[in-house]
Nanobody, 123 residues
């Protein structure tokens, strides 16, 4: 089992920045990839970014490329999402997720999820 706890959400004006963090605990000695997903009201959960266990491979949704950066640190147990140039359409609940294996952008393939953190971008 892997437990995930997100932090860092909040309210920011358009053009501003936020940094989300996800701390993993439990069976973290296994090799696993981590990802960030988001879900806005009335919409499906969508992939935002992902990072491999080593941190050497990252993947981003087209909507956030060039604005968001995912990174991994702390003996690979902490994953951060730096979000710059935020837009109102980035407003959503952001979830951290983990899976054994490589990074993929399919939510159902992730076995472990955090409780989510709200990000609100005002115009």
């Amino acid at each position: 089992q892997v437990q995930l706890v997100e932090s860092g959400g909040g309210l920011v004006q358009a053009g501003g920045s936020l940094r989300l963090s996800c701390a993993a605990s439990g069976r973290t000695s296994s090799v696993y990839a981590m990802g960030w997903f988001r879900q806005a009201p009335g919409k499906e959960r969508e992939f935002v970014a992902g990072i491999s266990y080593s941190g050497g491979s990252t993947s981003y949704a087209d909507a956030v490329k060039g604005r968001f950066t995912i990174s991994r640190s702390g003996a690979k147990n902490t994953v951060s999402l730096q979000m710059n140039s935020l837009k109102p359409e980035d407003t959503a609940i952001y979830y951290c997720a983990a899976r054994y294996g490589s990074v993929i952008d399919v939510a159902v393939r992730y076995a472990y999820w955090g409780q989510g953190t709200q990000v609100t971008v005002s115009s």
